[in-house]
Structures are given as C-alpha cells and as structure tokens.
C-alpha cells in the first residue's frame, strides 16, 4: 500500500470545474460570525452566482427552536479530532458492502459505511433543513409502496402485535398526505395522490 500525505492535491480537483462565485458584502462577513448559537442570524444574505449569471436561491434561516437545538447538540458533541480525520482524509476502498478503509495521515480506519451514512444524512437534514435541493424523480413512486417495503425490512422493528402490515402502510400514506404542505417546504418533498411526484 502507497501513504500517500494528504496534503496533496487530488486527481478530482482537476476533474470539478468552479463554477460557483460566492459575493459577499465585506460589512456583512462580521454579522455572518456574530450569533452566539453557531447559527446565521436571518439577516445574512449571500448571494450566489453561477458563471452564466444565473441566481442561485437564497438560504433561509432556521428559527424552528427544536432544529436549532438538534444543531447546537451536534455541535457541542463534535469531536475535533475525528472531524479532521473527515476533512482530510483519502478514500482508499470499499472493503465489503458495510465497510470501507480511509486513510488520515498515515493510518487506516476502518469504517461501517452504514452507520456512517446514517450519521451524515441525519446532520445534512438538520443542517439544510428547509434549504434542501429538489430532486427529481424519472417516475412518481407511490408512498403505500415504499411503506410496505420499510415495513418489510428487518430493521423497522415491525412485529405482529404491531398490527397487519397493510394498515400501517396506509397509515403512513395518509398521514404523509396531511403533511404534504411542510414536506414541502421543509424538504422539498412534492406528495400528490398518494405518490411522491416525478415532475412538478
């Protein structure tokens, strides 16, 4: 195995064009820094611009107390040496479908892609909650459907006392359907007619 240092510039540097150019006002950087919380305060605006001058959408900030509680709680639990460990490490393989190895200076840790993936996307919604990208899907794909196969796997937790498998998924179908407006707009979830929306 090479050590590599991981220092070095990598071969995906070359291969991402920049095309973001971020325009701050300079009397606005020391208001960006100012909240106590960790959080930037709603007065903030950034705004982005793509290299053919299209505008990117602005950010919204967060006021919901409970989500900024969950993002001090990430914060203040932050190790600071494993989070360099993240920042700078170098993707050395997938050593089964549930780990993989990274490499940090001259050692190698080996991960549990799983939970670590668990890990990443619970902060990423916490993080970008309600600035969340829309992702669109080629068909819609019907929530009973996608019910019934959570219920199925053997990490739901299901069990007979539970009730029948089929009552829960239309259970969740319709509760997802009274909360269509706020999937919406804190996650950019589009549900119509028992369905996530391919296009809208």
């Known amino acids: 195995m090479v050590r590599i240092d991981s220092k070095n510039q990598k071969l995906d540097a070359f291969l991402q064009p920049k095309l973001l150019q971020t325009t701050v006002d300079v009397n606005s950087v ?3 820094y100012q909240d106590t919380n960790g959080v930037l305060s709603s007065g903030v605006d950034l705004t982005r611009k793509s290299s053919n001058s299209v505008e990117m959408p602005k950010r919204r900030s967060v006021l919901l107390t409970s989500v900024r509680t969950l993002q001090q709680e990430i914060k203040a639990e932050t190790h600071t040496g494993l989070q360099e460990v993240f920042q700078k ?3 050395v393989g997938c050593v089964s479908r549930k780990h993989s190895l990274i490499q940090h200076d001259t050692k190698l840790y080996l991960l549990n892609s799983f939970l670590l993936s668990k890990e990443l996307f619970y902060q990423i919604l916490l993080f970008d909650f309600g600035n969340l990208g829309v992702m669109k899907l080629s068909t819609e794909v019907p929530i009973y459907r996608l019910a019934m196969l959570a219920l199925d ?3 739901s937790g299901w069990s007979e006392t539970d009730g ?5 998924a239309k259970y969740i179908v319709d509760f997802l359907e009274t909360q ?3 999937l919406l707009d804190y996650f950019s979830l589009h549900i119509k007619t028992y369905c996530i929306l391919a296009e809208w």
């Open 30 to 32: 020391d208001a960006m």
């Open 89 to 91: 490490h170098s993707f």
């Open 153 to 155: 796997c053997s990490e």
């Open 164 to 168: 029948p498998k089929e009552e829960l």
């Open 180 to 182: 269509s407006e706020m």
